[in-house]
C-alpha cells in the first residue's frame, strides 16, 4: 500500500519555464510534508517543507502548494534551470511519530537549456 | 557542520561474506535512519532509532540484517551472509528532536557478487 505517490516518473521542462512536480497521498494524517532533491551518486537533500496548516510555502524559486482536500501537493520551480535536473521525491510524515518518512517513488526532471 | 558520514562509500564482496556499513549522524540528532535504495522498490526505510533504541524495524527484510546504535554518534547495519539481491545502494539519515526533516548522508554503493 503505497501511502505516497508520484504517479509521473519523468518530466522534461525547457530552461526558463516553469516545473510542476506533483504527489499525492493517502494517509489524512499526514501533517508535514517535505520534498528531497537527489544528484546521481549523491544522497537525497532536504529543499523544502510545509505543514499541513499552511497551503503554501515559498523558498526562492521553489514553492510548494498544499491540498488537504484533494490530497495532493506540488512543487513549482520558477524558472527552472539545468542545474535542477535531478531526482525528486516528496515524502510526508505524521506528528510525534518518531520523525518516521513515508517518500514516493522520485520523479526524475530534466531541464533542457 | 560535517553532515552525515558514511563509510566506506562503495563495497564490493563475495556473496557469503559479511558486511558492515557505517554511519555517523549530525551532532545533536536524536533519531537515525536506514534507507535501501533500488530500481525496483525505490527509497525503502529499513530500521530508525531515537535515542540510540530501534522504535521500528519492520522494514529489515530478513534476519541476515541487524542494526545497532552503541551511542549517539554511531550506527551500524549489517548483512551477514550477504547475497546478491542485497545489492543496492544504502543511506543513513538522521534528524533533529525539533522536526521531522531528515538529513541525509552519502550513501554506500554495495555490491555482492
Known amino acids: 500500500d503505497q501511502q505516497v505517490k508520484q504517479n509521473s516518473p519523468s518530466l522534461s521542462v525547457q530552461e526558463g519555464r516553469i516545473s510542476i512536480l506533483n504527489c499525492d497521498y493517502t494517509?489524512?494524517?499526514?501533517?508535514?510534508f517535505l520534498w528531497y532533491k537527489k544528484y546521481p551518486a549523491e544522497g537525497p537533500t532536504f529543499l523544502i517543507s510545509i505543514s499541513s496548516i499552511k497551503d503554501k510555502n515559498e523558498d526562492g524559486r521553489f514553492t510548494v502548494f498544499l491540498n488537504k482536500s484533494a490530497k495532493h501537493l506540488s512543487l513549482h520551480i520558477v524558472p527552472s534551470q539545468p542545474g535542477d535536473s535531478a531526482v525528486y521525491f516528496c515524502a510526508a510524515s505524521v506528528y510525534n511519530q518518531g520523525g518516521k518518512l513515508i517518500f514516493g517513488q522520485g520523479t526524475e526532471l530534466s531541464v533542457k537549456p | 557542520d560535517a553532515g552525515v558520514i558514511q563509510s566506506p562509500r562503495h563495497e564490493v564482496t563475495e556473496m557469503g561474506q559479511e558486511v558492515t556499513l557505517r554511519c555517523k549522524p549530525i551532532?545533536?540528532?536524536?533519531?537515525l535512519f536506514w534507507y535501501r535504495q533500488t530500481m525496483m522498490r525505490g527509497l525503502e526505510l529499513l530500521i530508525y532509532f531515537n535515542n540510540n533504541v530501534p522504535i521500528d524495524d519492520s522494514g529489515m527484510p530478513e534476519d541476515r540484517f541487524s542494526a545497532k546504535m552503541p551511542n549517539a554518534s554511531f550506527s551500524t547495519l549489517k548483512i551477514q551472509p550477504s547475497e546478491p539481491r542485497d545489492s543496492a545502494v544504502y543511506f543513513c539519515a538522521s534528524s533533529s528532536p525539533l522536526r521531522d526533516t531528515q538529513y541525509f548522508g552519502p550513501g554506500t554503493r554495495l555490491t555482492v557478487l
Open positions: 494517509n489524512s494524517m499526514f501533517d508535514y
Open positions: 551532532s545533536g540528532h536524536n533519531s
